[in-house]
Protein backbone atom coordinates (compact mmCIF):
# COMPACT_ATOMS: atom_id res chain seq x y z
CA UNK A 1 0.00 0.00 0.00
CA UNK A 2 1.68 3.10 -0.97
CA UNK A 3 0.63 5.98 0.77
CA UNK A 4 2.91 8.67 -1.06
CA UNK A 5 3.14 8.62 -4.95
CA UNK A 6 5.98 10.05 -6.52
CA UNK A 7 6.39 10.85 -10.12
CA UNK A 8 7.85 11.07 -12.50
CA UNK A 9 10.28 7.72 -11.96
CA UNK A 10 12.85 9.58 -13.77
CA UNK A 11 13.82 12.94 -15.54
CA UNK A 12 15.98 14.13 -17.52
CA UNK A 13 17.12 18.21 -17.22
CA UNK A 14 19.02 20.27 -19.56
CA UNK A 15 21.35 23.01 -17.34
CA UNK A 16 19.42 25.89 -16.36
CA UNK A 17 15.90 24.63 -16.56
CA UNK A 18 13.72 23.94 -14.36
CA UNK A 19 13.13 20.20 -12.38
CA UNK A 20 9.59 19.53 -11.38
CA UNK A 21 8.66 16.07 -9.07
CA UNK A 22 5.59 15.92 -7.58
CA UNK A 23 3.98 13.72 -4.69
CA UNK A 24 0.57 12.89 -4.08
CA UNK A 25 -0.96 11.36 -0.29
CA UNK A 26 -3.72 9.95 0.93
CA UNK A 27 -3.40 10.35 4.26
CA UNK A 28 -5.15 14.01 5.92
CA UNK A 29 -3.40 13.19 8.68
CA UNK A 30 -0.24 13.84 7.89
CA UNK A 31 1.41 17.00 8.64
CA UNK A 32 4.99 17.08 7.90
CA UNK A 33 6.71 16.82 4.73
CA UNK A 34 9.80 16.77 3.74
CA UNK A 35 11.79 16.25 0.47
CA UNK A 36 15.24 14.43 0.79
CA UNK A 37 18.28 14.37 -1.99
CA UNK A 38 20.63 11.44 -2.46
CA UNK A 39 23.50 10.91 -4.39
CA UNK A 40 24.99 7.26 -5.72
CA UNK A 41 26.71 5.56 -2.70
CA UNK A 42 25.31 7.99 -0.16
CA UNK A 43 22.41 7.88 2.45
CA UNK A 44 19.63 10.60 1.97
CA UNK A 45 19.72 13.62 3.06
CA UNK A 46 16.82 16.12 4.40
CA UNK A 47 16.92 18.84 1.71
CA UNK A 48 13.90 20.69 2.60
CA UNK A 49 10.65 20.69 3.93
CA UNK A 50 7.07 22.32 4.77
CA UNK A 51 3.89 21.73 7.18
CA UNK A 52 0.47 22.07 5.75
CA UNK A 53 -0.41 25.23 7.08
CA UNK A 54 1.82 27.04 4.49
CA UNK A 55 1.36 26.89 0.40
CA UNK A 56 4.88 27.00 -0.46
CA UNK A 57 8.46 27.13 1.10
CA UNK A 58 11.81 28.55 -0.67
CA UNK A 59 15.20 27.78 0.08
CA UNK A 60 17.61 28.96 -2.73
CA UNK A 61 17.06 27.34 -6.23
CA UNK A 62 14.59 24.64 -4.39
CA UNK A 63 10.99 25.45 -3.52
CA UNK A 64 8.58 23.36 -2.53
CA UNK A 65 4.68 23.95 -3.37
CA UNK A 66 1.16 22.35 -1.11
CA UNK A 67 -1.63 21.98 -2.23
CA UNK A 68 -3.97 21.04 0.99
CA UNK A 69 -7.08 20.59 -1.15
CA UNK A 70 -5.49 18.27 -3.47
CA UNK A 71 -3.57 16.46 -1.70
CA UNK A 72 -0.80 17.11 -3.40
CA UNK A 73 3.00 18.49 -2.96
CA UNK A 74 5.89 19.16 -5.44
CA UNK A 75 9.47 19.99 -5.63
CA UNK A 76 10.95 22.85 -8.00
CA UNK A 77 14.47 23.17 -8.28
CA UNK A 78 15.12 26.10 -10.41
CA UNK A 79 18.06 26.77 -12.77
CA UNK A 80 19.54 23.28 -12.61
CA UNK A 81 22.85 22.34 -12.37
CA UNK A 82 24.70 19.15 -12.93
CA UNK A 83 25.48 18.95 -9.33
CA UNK A 84 21.84 18.61 -8.53
CA UNK A 85 22.01 15.62 -10.46
CA UNK A 86 20.72 12.52 -7.58
CA UNK A 87 17.74 10.64 -6.47
CA UNK A 88 14.95 13.12 -4.99
CA UNK A 89 12.49 12.00 -2.20
CA UNK A 90 9.46 13.09 -0.81
CA UNK A 91 8.07 12.02 2.39
CA UNK A 92 5.13 12.51 4.78
CA UNK A 93 4.97 12.68 8.29
CA UNK A 94 2.02 10.65 9.97
CA UNK A 95 1.53 9.27 13.94
CA UNK A 96 0.49 6.19 15.23
CA UNK A 97 0.00 5.64 18.15
CA UNK A 98 2.80 6.36 20.60
CA UNK A 99 5.46 7.18 16.98
CA UNK A 100 6.05 9.54 14.80
CA UNK A 101 7.28 7.88 11.39
CA UNK A 102 8.02 8.90 7.78
CA UNK A 103 6.40 7.82 4.50
CA UNK A 104 8.74 7.90 1.40
CA UNK A 105 7.42 8.05 -1.88
CA UNK A 106 9.29 5.63 -4.36
CA UNK A 107 12.00 8.07 -5.63
CA UNK A 108 12.57 10.27 -8.88
CA UNK A 109 16.03 10.22 -10.60
CA UNK A 110 17.03 13.23 -11.89
CA UNK A 111 20.03 13.92 -14.33
CA UNK A 112 21.05 17.15 -15.10
CA UNK A 113 22.70 17.74 -18.69
CA UNK A 114 24.79 20.47 -19.77
CA UNK B 1 31.07 14.57 15.41
CA UNK B 2 30.91 11.34 13.07
CA UNK B 3 27.06 11.15 12.67
CA UNK B 4 25.42 8.08 11.64
CA UNK B 5 28.20 5.13 11.16
CA UNK B 6 26.99 1.99 9.51
CA UNK B 7 29.03 -0.76 9.54
CA UNK B 8 29.83 -2.94 7.04
CA UNK B 9 29.49 -1.09 4.34
CA UNK B 10 29.26 -4.36 1.92
CA UNK B 11 28.29 -7.84 2.44
CA UNK B 12 27.49 -11.48 0.66
CA UNK B 13 25.79 -14.12 2.53
CA UNK B 14 24.61 -17.45 1.49
CA UNK B 15 20.79 -18.29 2.69
CA UNK B 16 20.53 -19.22 5.70
CA UNK B 17 23.27 -17.30 7.42
CA UNK B 18 22.82 -15.48 10.01
CA UNK B 19 24.67 -11.59 10.62
CA UNK B 20 24.18 -8.20 12.48
CA UNK B 21 24.10 -4.77 10.44
CA UNK B 22 25.69 -2.02 12.65
CA UNK B 23 24.44 1.22 13.50
CA UNK B 24 26.21 4.11 16.03
CA UNK B 25 25.48 8.16 16.15
CA UNK B 26 27.55 10.51 18.52
CA UNK B 27 24.71 13.02 18.57
CA UNK B 28 22.88 11.78 21.42
CA UNK B 29 19.93 11.16 19.73
CA UNK B 30 16.64 9.53 21.52
CA UNK B 31 15.42 8.14 18.03
CA UNK B 32 16.77 5.31 15.71
CA UNK B 33 15.23 3.47 12.97
CA UNK B 34 16.29 1.01 9.97
CA UNK B 35 15.26 1.27 6.61
CA UNK B 36 15.51 -0.74 3.60
CA UNK B 37 15.65 0.29 -0.16
CA UNK B 38 14.77 -1.62 -2.82
CA UNK B 39 14.14 -0.26 -6.51
CA UNK B 40 10.85 1.45 -7.39
CA UNK B 41 9.92 1.08 -3.46
CA UNK B 42 11.47 4.26 -1.86
CA UNK B 43 12.61 3.29 1.70
CA UNK B 44 10.46 0.79 3.86
CA UNK B 45 10.86 1.33 7.88
CA UNK B 46 11.97 -2.05 9.14
CA UNK B 47 12.03 -1.33 12.26
CA UNK B 48 12.39 1.66 15.07
CA UNK B 49 13.81 2.55 18.93
CA UNK B 50 12.38 5.99 20.64
CA UNK B 51 14.91 5.55 23.41
CA UNK B 52 17.35 3.12 24.95
CA UNK B 53 15.67 -0.44 26.17
CA UNK B 54 12.43 0.78 23.82
CA UNK B 55 12.05 -1.17 20.26
CA UNK B 56 9.19 -1.20 17.84
CA UNK B 57 8.33 -2.77 14.30
CA UNK B 58 7.95 -0.95 11.19
CA UNK B 59 6.30 -1.52 8.13
CA UNK B 60 8.41 -4.52 6.90
CA UNK B 61 9.99 -6.29 10.21
CA UNK B 62 9.56 -10.30 9.69
CA UNK B 63 12.96 -11.77 9.55
CA UNK B 64 14.60 -8.87 11.28
CA UNK B 65 15.60 -8.49 14.76
CA UNK B 66 16.45 -5.32 16.88
CA UNK B 67 17.35 -4.28 20.44
CA UNK B 68 18.49 -0.86 21.89
CA UNK B 69 21.08 -1.49 25.12
CA UNK B 70 22.74 2.14 24.89
CA UNK B 71 21.46 5.68 23.22
CA UNK B 72 24.42 5.00 20.65
CA UNK B 73 23.98 1.74 19.38
CA UNK B 74 21.20 0.36 17.21
CA UNK B 75 22.32 -2.95 15.41
CA UNK B 76 20.23 -5.05 12.88
CA UNK B 77 19.93 -8.51 13.39
CA UNK B 78 19.01 -10.66 10.37
CA UNK B 79 17.93 -14.22 12.08
CA UNK B 80 18.43 -16.69 8.47
CA UNK B 81 19.22 -14.76 5.53
CA UNK B 82 16.84 -14.85 2.61
CA UNK B 83 17.34 -13.96 -1.05
CA UNK B 84 14.35 -11.30 -0.23
CA UNK B 85 16.33 -9.49 1.63
CA UNK B 86 19.35 -8.43 -0.70
CA UNK B 87 18.93 -4.60 -0.37
CA UNK B 88 20.57 -1.72 0.94
CA UNK B 89 20.20 -0.68 4.73
CA UNK B 90 20.23 2.58 6.14
CA UNK B 91 19.80 3.56 9.53
CA UNK B 92 18.53 6.74 11.00
CA UNK B 93 18.84 9.07 13.41
CA UNK B 94 16.69 12.67 15.08
CA UNK B 95 16.97 14.41 18.03
CA UNK B 96 13.09 13.15 19.35
CA UNK B 97 10.73 11.25 17.61
CA UNK B 98 8.60 13.82 17.48
CA UNK B 99 9.22 16.19 14.12
CA UNK B 100 10.63 18.60 12.64
CA UNK B 101 13.42 17.14 14.22
CA UNK B 102 15.85 16.43 11.52
CA UNK B 103 16.26 12.77 10.42
CA UNK B 104 20.11 11.81 10.01
CA UNK B 105 20.74 8.79 7.58
CA UNK B 106 24.29 6.58 7.72
CA UNK B 107 25.61 6.05 4.47
CA UNK B 108 24.19 2.49 3.99
CA UNK B 109 24.72 -1.34 3.70
CA UNK B 110 24.70 -3.07 0.92
CA UNK B 111 23.59 -6.67 1.40
CA UNK B 112 23.70 -9.72 -0.93
CA UNK B 113 21.95 -12.75 -0.68
CA UNK B 114 22.74 -15.63 -2.57
Known amino acids: QQQVKQSPQSLIVQKGGISIINCAYENTAFDYFPWYQQFPGKGPALLIA?????SEKKEGRFTISFNKSAKQFSLHIMDSQPGDSATYFC?????????????FGTGTRLQVTL | NAGVTQTPKFQVLKTGQSMTLQCAQDMNHEYMSWYRQDPGMGLRLIHY???????DQGEVPNGYNVSRSTTEDFPLRLLSAAPSQTSVYFCASRKAQWFPNEQFFGPGTRLTVL
Open chain 1, 50 to 54: IRPDV
Open chain 1, 91 to 103: AARGNTGTASKLT
Open chain 2, 49 to 55: SVGAGIT
